[in-house]
């Protein structure tokens, strides 16, 4: 009897062998992309000025075609909506990535954040639980932030 069980439950769990390589740098394009969505989650939509700072972000960091952006950015945001915690992103960075890189991805949490003029409180939020998870320093994360305003303000026109 416990051999039918557990037959079954393989059968319905999908063998599955070790990533390929490109599957384990699609998952790790996906964990920053997902990120960088998680910092205007709560806004109603995402504008104009925030997307194109995120894909010049991602472009940035792996070199994609604007197609495929475009699907990561799409496949992001579908995943951000099922997340409830940035722990299996994170993990996945924490792994694969440089803390040179981790600063980086947090440098442009902030410069999404800063697209819109001020960042809120829940951009802020989630861009300092995320450096925590990424093990960013505090002196890290402020020069990250730092460096970030002042490029949003050296982006932006004087009236």
Request: charged letters at 25%; glycine letters at 4%.
């Amino acid at each position: 009897m416990f051999q039918a069980l557990k037959d079954l439950l393989e059968s319905l769990t999908p063998f599955n062998p070790t990533p390929s390589p490109a599957e384990r740098a699609r998952s790790v394009q996906l964990a920053a992309a997902v990120l960088l969505v998680e910092v205007v989650r709560t806004q109603s939509a995402v504008g104009d000025a925030e997307r194109s700072v995120m894909q010049t972000a991602l472009h940035r960091q792996f070199a994609l075609s604007d197609d495929e952006l475009q699907r990561l950015l799409e496949q992001a945001a579908a995943t951000s909506r099922t997340a409830y915690d940035y722990q299996r992103f994170t993990s996945q960075l924490n792994e694969h990535f440089t803390q040179d890189e981790k600063i980086q991805l947090v440098e442009a949490m902030w410069q999404v954040a800063y697209a819109d003029a001020r960042p809120d409180e829940n951009e802020m939020h989630t861009i300092s639980k995320v450096a925590g998870l990424l093990h960013v320093t505090h002196g890290e994360y402020i020069g990250a932030k730092l460096r970030a305003k002042e490029t949003a303000h050296a982006g932006q026109s004087p009236h």
